[in-house]
């Protein structure tokens, strides 16, 4: 895949997090298709700018010819979705900003048993043909939007993928986010950007590229701080 010029990119998912994703990635100059069960449905947030052109056509129109794929989709609906369409995807980079949470019927929400593996690692076993990155997974909607547009650079997110070129092209979009990329190593050592890991969420899911290189590298809160009066 070309790097360094406009991607053909596929937004799974008309949701917060995809309506953020797909808004700066069609600033920034990408042809971004946002792939809907109801394409007639859907309507940014109201924080979001109103000039801005939203594709949104179905799911397999989304995907057709896509070199990247953002699953902003529910972690529970990867892998149906890998099930219909991880063929089609074969050859494009796939990233996956979703969590593995689960929501029990009285409300309460906790964190799916992997087996050990980080959620970037069963992404990838989803999609073998796929080249598969994790980012924006500890970054909330609002803040994704907001932030990147009104603070260019000031803020870091995390990313992780197990080779050069996929993590320079995610890397490539996170900057067009607004965004610092900082990437947190392989697949398999993803976990500080999964929940319960360091960086996860932080103060409202933000951290500075320095601040988040410093939990990296000596994890959160390891010494006292002088509280201010």
Known sequence: MPMGLPHRIAIVGAGLIGSALAGHLILAGNKVIIGARRPDAFTPPDYQREDIDYPVHTIEEAIDGAEVAILAIPNAAVAPFAEVYRDRLAGAVIIDPSNPFLWHDDGVMTIKDLGGKTSGTVTAELFPKSSVARAFSHQLAETLWLRGRREPGRWGI????????????????????????????????????????????????????????????????????????
């Open 158 to 229: 995390g990313y992780a993928a197990d080779d050069n070129d996929t993590a320079w092209i995610t890397a490539e979009i996170i900057t067009q986010t607004g965004f610092a990329p900082i990437r947190v190593g392989t697949l398999a050592h993803s976990a500080p950007i999964d929940p319960g890991g360091v960086l996860f969420p932080g103060l409202l899911g933000l951290f500075s590229p320095q601040g988040m290189r410093t939990t990296l590298d000596t994890g959160p809160f390891t010494r006292e701080l002088p509280c201010r009066m």
